[in-house]
């Protein structure tokens, strides 16, 4: 069987060499379709084996992981973003008893639970708060967000969507003022649009189909940051690094690239980072206050 089946590639490729489409595509593309064929083909033999395919897609990369029994092993880690693409695309023909898909980015392990609100809190608790501490997140909330409503444009849109996915508005603030200068008409030359200047394959990845609309741009590139963070152990300068010249780049390198760009980029985002933060205590310490009883109020 394995030798009909070696003979049946063999054939596929002797087609494909003298196939117009193979021409059209180069051998990069060509790879990929035959990685897609040999998955089929590696597939239906394992699958007498009780074997089973995973194919997970991140936003450049694919990762074929074979299930058997309790045992998992990659059989192919491709970082090319053509071939990824390609190969994923193939995967969604094959039979879901062979093959299945996941889409990493999208996992719901990597976003934050949803509060009863449906909004996820910027920092959870390790505990129950007594009414005390309620009240004190409570009115300390309350100030952060009126000083992301007075602040800056588009602030309530940038505290709304920093908290959905728990991360600092004043991060997402520092990247939209280095990005676009709260500008959601903005539109760099290779093509980044809007407040957070996200490429549109990476909007459409991140469910943003406008990206000039400001909703839908913060969403997605809030989404995003929380997927680096993720991918960087909170780490605020590879996340930053990252956004700018791309997770690869930061893996390669196991920390900020030395591409000129991208250094200058991290220094001036940390900087506007730093100022935010800076703004928020001096509102907090301006605007909250000690009652005679002790409890912090707002003035």
């Known amino acids: 069987m394995k030798n009909a089946l070696t003979t049946r590639l063999a054939r596929l490729r002797k087609r494909a060499n003298n196939n117009r489409a193979y021409r059209l595509l180069g051998a990069r593309g060509a790879a990929a379709l035959l990685m897609g064929a040999a998955l089929s083909v590696g597939g239906l033999t394992q699958a007498l084996e009780g074997a ?41 023909v094959l039979p879901e008893s062979l093959v299945s898909q996941r889409i990493a980015l999208f996992d719901d392990g990597w ?9 996820a809190p910027f920092t959870a608790p390790h505990s129950k708060m ?10 300390n909330g309350a100030i952060r967000r009126e000083f992301f409503a007075n602040a800056m ?19 997402v603030a520092a990247v939209i003022e280095q990005e676009s200068k709260f500008h959601r008409t903005a539109r760099s030359s ?48 590879k ?20 591409f000129r760009e991208t250094q200058s980029y991290v220094r001036k985002v940390m900087s506007n980072y730093q100022k935010r933060n800076e703004q928020l205590r001096d509102f907090s310490a301006e605007h909250a206050g000690v009652a005679d009883d002790g409890v912090r109020t707002l003035r």
Request: glycine share 8%.
């Open 52 to 92: 089973h395919f995973v194919v997970e897609k991140d936003l450049d990369s694919v990762q074929v992981v074979k299930q058997q029994g309790r045992e998992a092993t990659v059989v192919a880690d491709v970082h090319d973003s053509f071939a990824a693409n390609s190969l994923f695309k193939l995967s969604r």
């Open 111 to 119: 976003l934050p639970k949803q509060g009863t609100d449906g909004l």
């Open 130 to 139: 007594d009414v005390f501490h309620e009240e004190m997140a409570r009115i």
């Open 153 to 171: 444009p588009y602030g309530d849109l940038i505290h709304e969507k920093a908290i959905k996915y728990d991360v600092d508005p004043a991060l």
């Open 190 to 237: 290779v093509g980044a649009r809007g407040l957070m200047q996200l490429m549109p394959r990476t909007g459409r990845w991140l469910g943003a189909r406008n990206l000039y609309d400001p909703a839908q741009n913060v969403d997605a590139g809030v989404k995003y940051i929380k997927y680096l963070q993720q991918r960087f152990d909170g780490n605020v300068k």
């Open 239 to 258: 996340t930053i690094a990252a956004y700018n010249a791309g997770e690869g780049n930061v893996k390669r390198y196991n920390g900020i690239p030395p």
